[in-house]
């Protein structure tokens, strides 16, 4: 990444395959940043030599959805040839598994594509201050399946064991059978499991369990 004050010209690299929004993209980070130098691409194997030599690059703007590359594997590919440059992805598809799943592979801040120019300044100006950047609604998802791990912490090993098998949609006999213990034995671990997790029902529980997995 270029190392540059706040007050030098930031290079920004635009990698999205669709020229119309390139160039309203440009348009967006020319009114809130009038210093920035523009550089842009249009496919994987664009990004991949421009990334060969991106010492001058403060920022990457990516499109998952490019030319070349499936998935992930753009935005891997650039974490991976250009480890400290910030990413932030930009994406028509705004649901929040995508925004954790590319902030996991390492992205600084996740744009939709339908998301005002006031947004995307935000975005830009809170990465190039070493920052992270998320929508409202996938930061409040994102902390509460954190939450759910703290509580998932907390349970003992059995009651975890018994957790897994509720999950596998074991009834309690099964699951006294399967653990050589007694039914009573599993209602008790089961009670003390929605405690721990703040659930009321085993179904809750269930769900919560299934949606912390697809994180």
Known sequence: MASQSASDTRTILIADDHPLFRTALGQAISDSLPDATLDTVGDFEQLSNRLTHADDVDLLLLDLNMPGAKGYAALVHARTAAPTL???????????????????????????????????????????????????????????????????????????????????????????????????????????ILRKLAVSTRTQAVIAMQNQRWD
């Open 86 to 192: 910030p990413i932030i992805v930009i994406s028509a598809y705004e649901d929040p598994d995508v925004v954790s799943t590319a902030l996991d592979h390492g992205a600084s801040g996740f744009i939709p594509k339908s998301s005002a120019s006031e947004t995307l300044a935000d975005a830009i100006t809170a990465v190039l201050a070493g920052g992270e950047w998320v929508p409202a609604d996938v930061r409040a998802d994102r902390a509460a399946r954190d939450s759910f791990s703290d509580k998932l912490a907390t349970l003992t090993a059995q009651q975890q064991r018994v957790l897994e098998m509720l999950t596998e949609g074991m009834l309690n006999k099964q699951i006294a059978i399967d653990l050589a213990i007694s039914e009573a034995t599993v209602k008790a671990h089961i009670t003390a």
